[in-house]
């Protein structure tokens, strides 16, 4: 039988050697992954990474082909979805249509026998300010409010860990603003485990306090959100967490603080610190927000990399910033991120620019350049198209 | 029908508010159609279940009067076949119930992610369609005579005493009543499990309801329209089956059902008024027991 009574807190959550292999194509190659009580952590990665997979063997959907689920400590690998304290609060939220919203939100506590499971439904839908529709039937709310009850449904059985299977997918974007604040308030509130799965890098920075970024399977990096974006470890993580300017080259020059790689003619200074590999040929980057843009040649050039000159193929206005793409001969395209302090665009396409940013700024992957190759920018479809035909005649060039 | 029974009152499409002479017009055959072969039928039908004897003709000579005592006849004199019938009608859809449930959620849930085999298993339960329900009755009776070999073989191992028969019994005409109405419960049933999403199921598991509840509180409840088609289908041919429980097929002399009698008295005592009120006993309660079922399952877009 169920646990007759709510968890006292969150609950570790700790997965050992997890893999799963489908018919065909291995989902997961291997886990490690320990969650701490209380945190709000994000499984954050492209669509096919693996990480529904990962939420389902949580919840006890799947069954691992390999490797152990430990919840507080205790082995659930062999148990199953009913048996956990553990509440999904699903992609398509999964309301039963035939049960009005109380019905729905007080179908876990009676499973479980907790007396006065009506009054506590309705203190969970007062929660999420729905409380008026609870006779409602799911398919005559819209579909916040539907996410909304699917939220309540969960979280009212107070699991020790809570599963968010990229809920606020089918939000527009200011209801997913509030439900994004209203999560995180909920969660403080009740101090619970949350696991919340998502494509959306900006939804997991600005809700989790530690993001993993999965790819193809495994954990590419894991960390508070802001070490994640301002050290990226691999071109995977520096392109999907943010857009990122990456150059390859050779070590050229190390001091006790700072490496030079020459990358097309270009010297580029990391510091040692921000730099995952000192040795050889290695790939650097900075982010774009971090540029700037030059109309003339900078003068002081001391504790800044600058390359130039280049020129602007394309400009675009959204507003707050202009991003500028710079062609700097050797390097390649280049994005900048300029805040629109002025008014509006200060250089136009084909005018020559330079462009510098702080040696602090830089980081250095810990990629082996020859073997992933530069990550396709997402912005430019010939560049993925060139990628693509890379990759195949290398391929071709295997066999 | 029964796909719109989860629909909501304003999920429905507004009826066209401009009257249409077309509308009418298109309607024309159909309802001349109903008129001819339904309305007229049934009026007459009426009448001569209302007909008393005339008082110095032969037999089977009848004239229109007013005559409800007929109704009070047959229920004295087929009380018992009247029982019969919708107690095996009631025991034949239970049956075909527990037997298609399960073929019907194997083939529209389990068998989903191999489509040919889905299409096979649905082909297997149209299939005794292709052949003419008396012919698969007559050799039902074949196989399960007192010479046939199942027969012999369960008295060769004493399952059956010496004196035991099989056909000609309440079980054997029970069975021939599940055996044809399977095809009609199966079908409406599938229909409601094909399209049943599994993602509630999950939900319901990840909400601490083990596989029986969740079965009894999510599965049942979303394949209701197909169990209350599948078992209006079964029910109501059912109780006026007269094909079955006849004597020249898996009947005997104490299993006879309403359809019988009135065949009986229409076509051999010639009772043409007792025929006709029996035929109406039987609409009318098939009609308060379909009502009253119909509100009680909530599914009255049924109808």
């Not at chain 2, 051999?268 to 609409?283: C, T």
Request: glycine residues 8%; contains cysteine.
């Amino acid at each position: 039988m169920a646990v007759r009574k709510f968890a006292e807190s969150g609950a570790d959550l700790e997965l050992v050697g997890i893999q799963k292999r489908f018919p065909g194509f291995t989902a997961i190659e291997e886990l490690n992954l320990t969650i701490p009580a209380g945190s709000f952590f994000a499984l954050l990665g492209p669509s096919g990474c693996g990480k529904t997979t990962t939420l389902r063997l949580v919840a006890g959907l799947e069954e691992p082909t390999n490797g152990r689920i430990l919840i507080g400590g205790k082995d659930v690998t062999g148990t199953k979805s009913h048996q956990r304290p553990v509440n999904t609060v699903f992609q398509s939220y999964a309301l039963f249509p035939h049960m009005t919203i109380i019905e729905n939100v007080a179908f876990g506590l009676k499973r479980r026998r907790i007396g006065d499971a009506v009054a506590k439904a309705h203190e969970a839908l007062r929660l999420v300010e729905l409380d008026h529709l609870a006779q409602r039937k799911p398919q005559q709310l819209s579909g916040g409010q539907q996410q909304r009850v699917a939220l309540a449904r969960a979280i009212v059985n107070r699991p020790a860990l809570l599963l968010l299977d990229e809920p606020l997918g089918a939000l527009d974007l200011k209801l997913r603003r509030q439900m994004q604040l209203e999560l995180k308030t909920i969660q403080e509130e009740v101090g619970l485990t949350f696991l919340h799965v998502t494509h959306d890098q900006e939804e997991a920075m600005t809700m989790a306090d530690t993001v993993a970024v999965m790819n193809k399977g495994a954990i590419e990096q894991m960390g508070a959100p802001e070490v994640l974006y301002e050290l990226p470890r691999t071109s995977f993580v520096a392109n999907f967490l943010g857009q990122s300017n990456l150059f390859t080259g050779r070590v050229v020059d190390t001091t006790s603080a700072a490496i030079t790689v020459a990358a097309g003619g270009q010297h580029i200074t990391v510091p040692l610190s921000r730099a995952q590999r000192h040795q050889g040929e290695i790939t650097v980057g900075v982010r774009p927000e971090k540029v700037t843009l030059h109309v003339d040649a900078p003068t002081d050039t001391s504790d800044r990399n600058v390359l130039g000159p280049g020129r602007i193929i394309d400009v675009s206005f959204s507003g707050v910033s202009t991003q500028y793409i710079v062609d700097i001969p050797g390097a390649g395209a280049v994005v900048v991120f300029a805040q629109n302090i002025g008014s509006g665009p200060v250089a136009g396409v084909d005018s020559e620019v330079w462009l510098s940013w702080a040696i602090d700024h830089g980081f250095g992957l810990d990629d082996v350049p020859s073997e992933t190759g530069r990550f396709p920018a997402d912005d430019s479809t010939s560049s993925i198209a060139a990628q693509r035909r890379e990759d195949l005649v290398s391929e071709l060039e295997e066999n | 029908m029964a796909f719109a029974a989860f629909a909501t009152a304003e999920a429905q499409p507004q009826a066209p508010k401009k009257k249409s002479r077309i509308a009418l017009f298109l309607l024309l055959p159909g309802i001349l159609y109903l008129v001819l072969f339904f309305l007229t039928p049934l009026i007459s039908l009426v009448l001569t279940s209302l007909q008393a004897p005339s008082e110095f003709g032969d037999i089977g000579v009848y004239e229109y009067a007013f005559n409800w005592q007929n109704y009070v006849a047959v229920v004295e004199s087929y009380l018992p076949h009247i029982l019969r019938s919708f107690g095996y009608a009631l025991a034949a859809t239970v049956f075909a119930l527990l037997f298609s449930y399960p073929l019907a959620y194997f083939i529209g849930v389990k068998a989903r992610r191999w489509p040919l085999l889905q299409s096979l298993m649905l082909v297997l339960v149209i299939a005794p369609f292709f052949i003419s329900f008396l012919l698969r009755t007559l050799a039902w009776k074949q196989l399960l005579s007192d010479e046939s070999f199942v027969i012999t073989s369960l008295k060769a191992l004493s399952l059956m005493g010496p004196d035991d028969h099989f056909t000609g019994t309440p079980f054997a005409v029970i069975f021939g009543l599940t055996y044809n109405f399977i095809p009609f419960m199966t079908l409406p049933l599938y229909s409601a499990l094909e399209r049943l999403d599994t993602r509630y199921l999950e939900a319901g598991s990840d909400l601490y309801a083990n596989p029986f509840t969740v079965f009894r509180k999510i599965t049942v409840p979303l394949s209701m329209p197909g169990i209350v088609a599948g078992t209006l289908l079964t029910f109501i041919p059912a109780a006026g089956d007269y094909i079955n429980a006849s004597r020249d097929f898996l009947g005997g002399p104490d299993t006879q059902m309403m359809g019988n009698v009135i065949e009986a008295n229409f076509l051999v005592l010639q009772n043409y008024p007792a025929a006709a009120a029996l035929s109406i006993i039987l609409m009318a309660v098939i009609l308060v027991i379909v009502g009253i079922y119909v509100k009680r399952s909530g599914t009255e877009d049924l109808l």
